[in-house]
């Protein structure tokens, strides 16, 4: 069914005002040790504030640990304990009071973890004999690439101890406010490292088929789901492909578009309301050509193959453009990312050029 760019959307109990949302946008922004390690600063108040004074209908946080070992980097925002669920206090409250939808993204980064901020040497992998480094974990035991450290392949009991460590977090998003819990599940980080045979060359119940690959992924929702609030949504972030299948010169099986599908009818069967649609990250080398929109056809996908709501992301820039993906049913909802940080009031000018209304903070109807 289609719908327009600034219709509410309801999802359970929850409505959003509109289908212009920000997906999780790492800052890096958090200090790195210590007491306040991973506990969200000014910083990540006012770039999270800007955008819902901006009009934004939902706004994901960056991802967020679900432990120190969790973090892409040492600067990662964090959702381990009870400092860390009083500062995001701050912030939900200021996302609600102006009719924003505060959502989290729960993740753990699996054998992508340890690594420098972008902006510091590309990222460069930190070893765990430098300061704030430590060993990864993943699937197997075989590093993302040739400069990362080789991660730790997890035991049975360790998978079960992150699986327990996601609902803590679910458990404490939902004390400091959070509407809507999504589970990293893309990008190459663990949950995606479980799903994909690019990553997980396991032998026992968490390798092998798709059903053994899909397992861990299903845990971890089915525990967050435990512990969130039946009336609140359950979101579920996943790339639909790994971008290894399509390249003719590459000869390893990757996670497709197909299997994107088929687990989108199982996730919705264990909780999740709405996934949202990304792709890449298992293996550096991937490559595509990016152009605007270029992974609306992996949500339209999941949409078309399933009743399972989704979000679009992926060089959506244009009001247009925006409006189009909704009024063709391709997806429910878009992820303005990037040209959202260009422009914290990208909501508002799209409804000036399609002719809609977007509530105004009260100090700014002089405006």
């Known amino acids: 069914m289609s719908t327009s760019l600034f219709a509410p959307f309801t999802l ?37 504030a800007a955008r819902a004074a901006g009009g934004t209908g939902l706004i ?6 679900v432990s120190p070992e969790g973090r892409i980097t040492p600067y990662d925002l964090g959702i381990w304990n009870d400092e860390q669920v009083a500062a995001f206090r701050r912030i939900t409250d200021f996302l609600k009071s102006q009719g924003t939808v505060p959502a989290i993204q729960l993740a753990h980064a699996g054998r992508k973890g340890s690594t420098e901020r972008t902006w510091v040497d590309r990222g460069r992998p930190v070893t765990p004999g430098e300061e704030h480094g430590w060993t990864p974990v993943g699937p197997s035991a075989e590093a993302f690439s040739p400069a990362h450290t080789t991660p730790d392949e997890l035991t049975e009991e360790q998978i079960g ?22 589970i990293h599940g893309a990008h190459g980080y663990l949950v995606h490292e479980f799903l994909s045979p690019a990553a997980n060359h396991r032998t026992d119940g968490y390798g092998g088929s798709f059903e053994g690959r899909v397992r861990f992924a299903l845990e971890v929702v089915d ?7 039946e009336d609140l949504p359950v979101f579920f972030r996943i790339s639909a492909t790994d971008w290894i299948t399509e390249n003719p010169q590459d000869g390893r099986e990757g996670w497709t578009s197909q299997d994107t599908v088929r687990l989108a009818k199982e996730l919705q069967a264990h909780g999740v309301d709405l996934l949202d649609v990304s792709t890449g990250g298992i293996v550096p080398d991937a ?43 391709r997806a429910d909802a878009v992820l303005i990312g990037r040209e959202l940080l260009r422009n914290p009031y990208w909501a508002r ?16 109807h002089l405006a």
């Open 223 to 229: 525990a967050v789901r435990s512990v969130w609030p």
């Open 12 to 48: 359970r109990s929850l409505t959003v005002p509109n289908r212009i949302w920000m997906p999780a946008m790492c800052q890096y922004s958090a200090v790195p040790d210590g007491d306040t390690a991973g506990v969200p600063t000014d910083w990540h108040f006012a770039h999270l």
């Open 60 to 65: 994901i946080t960056e991802a967020t640990a």
């Open 287 to 329: 490559r595509i050509e990016a152009g605007p929109g270029f992974q609306v056809p992996f949500a339209e996908a999941v949409r078309r193959g399933t009743d399972l709501p989704v979000a679009a992301v992926g060089l959506i820039t244009d009001p247009a453009q925006a409006q189009a993906i909704l009024t063709e049913g």
């Open 161 to 182: 101890a992150i699986v327990r460590q996601f609902a803590d977090a679910a458990r404490r998003a939902l004390d400091a406010g959070f509407q809507v819990a999504e």
């Open 349 to 364: 000018h799209a409804a000036a050029t399609l002719d809609a209304k977007v509530p105004a903070p009260a100090p700014y």
